[in-house]
């Protein structure tokens, strides 16, 4: 299934499109945005990284069928990127995202992920979302409580940050659904 548009109350959640790498590249190589995020992201961020990233794994994980990514847009700026949200279909590992710092903490990213994550239980009939994220990572971690999800595993993790306590948390299709009647 295609990425659709997604909208809530204050944002839209426009399908990631290759012209989007230039906003990424300029807002997105940030210590504050990329020391939570998996090893493999590039530390220092390379000139052509959100171009390589967005063609060669993003869309290409979405051609096959196998991710859904949307950028985040304020309703009421809707040419701006704020962030990257997706749905990945990857064992433990099936929603990631991160906002730039100054739109942090004014709900966006919970909005973001509540939309999400309807779309995967409801439109994807997925049984069950995991979500893994450092430890450390405080807002992640609260927007994951917020949503209805429990920890289910701690682990090691390799970050840019370095090796870090990794949580796994998870929701499944009827809790979700029971949260949402």
Known sequence: MATPRLETARLILEPLASEDAAQIQRIFPRWEIVRYLIASVPWPYPDDAAQQYVDN???????????????????????????????????????????????????YMMEACRAVTDFWFNVLDRDVLRAPKAAINTRSRHISERSGMRLVRLQKGDYVAGELETELWEITREEWRNMHR
């Open 57 to 107: 794994v993003a869309l290409a994980s979405s051609r096959e069928g196998k991710g859904w990514y949307w950028t985040l847009r304020r309703k009421a700026s809707p040419q701006t990127l704020m962030g990257v949200i997706c749905l990945m279909d990857i064992p433990d590992n099936n929603r990631g995202f991160w906002l730039a710092p100054e739109w942090q903490g004014q709900g």
